[in-house]
């Protein structure tokens, strides 16, 4: 089981319809991460539709857990949350009571959720070499 605690919650100066999201203690963010740097998936000249598969995973996962504690109506996990160069991964949360926010928070994960998550991803590694065998006939 999955839980979540918000540790850090700072209105913006500005106003707006997107605050970020970041995490502080995250076993599966580092691993989707890794995973993403490890396959070299910036370095495709094709939008990667299994990288889109594990952004949908991950962001799955965490979405009951944050939607309610951060007033919510949209969230999404992206690499590029907080840098366009990809160091601050996290969260763009949307929210129609126009407060923008930075978040902060930790999720605690059993080893059984670790585990899981891994043979998901080395499942998306089977699917990334096909899509790759695709795109390479259809080049
Ligand atoms: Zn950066």
Redesign the pocket.
């Known amino acids: 089981m999955v839980t979540f605690k918000l540790t850090h919650n700072k209105r913006s100066d500005q106003r707006g319809v997107y605050s970020r999201f970041f995490v502080g203690e995250c076993a599966l963010t580092e691993l989707a991460d890794e995973w993403f740097l490890d396959k070299e998936i910036h370095t495709l000249n094709f939008k990667c539709k299994t990288w889109k598969k594990v952004k949908r995973k991950i962001s799955d996962i965490h979405r009951p857990l944050l939607m309610d504690e951060l007033d919510a109506d949209k969230i999404r996990y992206s690499r590029k949350a907080?840098?366009?160069?990809?160091?601050?991964p996290g969260y763009v949360v949307e929210s129609s009571n126009y407060i923008k926010r930075w978040l902060y928070g930790d999720f605690e994960y059993t080893q059984a959720d670790v585990q899981e998550f891994k043979t998901f991803l080395s499942k998306m590694e089977t699917l990334l070499e096909k899509e790759k065998e695709k795109q390479l006939k259809t080049a």
């Open positions: 907080g840098c366009q160069c990809g160091c601050s």
